[in-house]
């Protein structure tokens, strides 16, 4: 079965500094997604991006976030300057026109 | 915005029946989504149904949408083990991207 696949499964970072979290979605998904999870806390939708462009954004997506599709497998988030709650299990997921929504095993980011 | 709930917790002992359930407050949804999350692990699309099914059955799992009640619910037939794990209810919105607003998550434990 096709997967979502999501590098580095973890990732451990000191406050301020850049991340880029890698994601590679299903081939001949149109729709991606980056989502998060703050530990015990629900998942919550950051961004989703289509046709080369985001085309909706959370209030959490603010100007530190930006997304990425380098060479057209590639879908990265990238976090400017992390802060410590920015610490979360962060999702990547891609959807085709059918409605099934697959997401990969996520990428745990903690914050120091 | 849309606003999903779901009860926290829910044990059974193997072999019972698991029931799910999750209420949503957008109506205009094509279709809702169930995932599973085991222990640090990722988000399993278990199975979806279209808003204009009452009921789809997919082995052991069975899905009941009340769309008048917006209530949806999941069965498991004959819980193992192996199905101790979070249950989430999704709710794409009904915009051409399809963001998806999770519930809260339903910590199913299996007692043996």
């Known amino acids: 079965e096709p997967e979502v696949t999501q590098t580095p499964s973890h990732q451990v970072t000191q406050m301020g500094q850049e991340v880029i979290l890698r994601c590679v979605p299903i081939s001949n998904h149109l729709y991606f997604y980056w989502y998060r999870q703050i530990l015990g806390q629900k998942v919550e939708f950051l961004v989703s991006f289509y046709n080369n462009e985001i085309s909706e954004k959370s209030e959490i997506f603010d100007d530190q976030f930006s997304v990425e599709r380098p060479d057209g497998s590639n879908f990265t988030l990238k976090i400017r300057s992390t802060k410590l709650e920015d610490s979360a299990m962060y999702f990547c997921a891609s959807r085709g026109q059918v409605p099934e929504a697959f997401f990969g095993q996520g990428t745990r980011l903690t914050v120091v | 915005g849309e606003d999903v709930e779901q009860s926290l917790f829910l044990s059974v002992r193997e072999g019972d029946s698991s029931v799910i359930n999750c209420t949503y407050t957008d109506s205009s949804s094509t279709y809702l989504y169930w995932y599973k999350q085991e222990p640090g692990a990722g988000l399993q699309l278990l199975t979806y149904?279209?808003?204009?099914?009452d009921m789809k059955q997919d082995q052991r799992l069975t899905v009941l949408l009340n769309k008048k009640d917006k209530h949806l619910s999941l069965r498991i037939a004959d819980t193992q083990t192996g199905d101790s794990a979070i249950y989430f209810c999704?709710?794409?919105?009904?915009?051409?991207?399809?963001?998806?607003?999770f519930g809260t998550g339903t910590k199913l434990q299996v007692i043996p």
């Open positions: 999704a709710v794409p919105n009904s915009g051409g991207y399809q963001k998806v607003t």
């Open positions: 149904i279209f808003s204009n099914m």
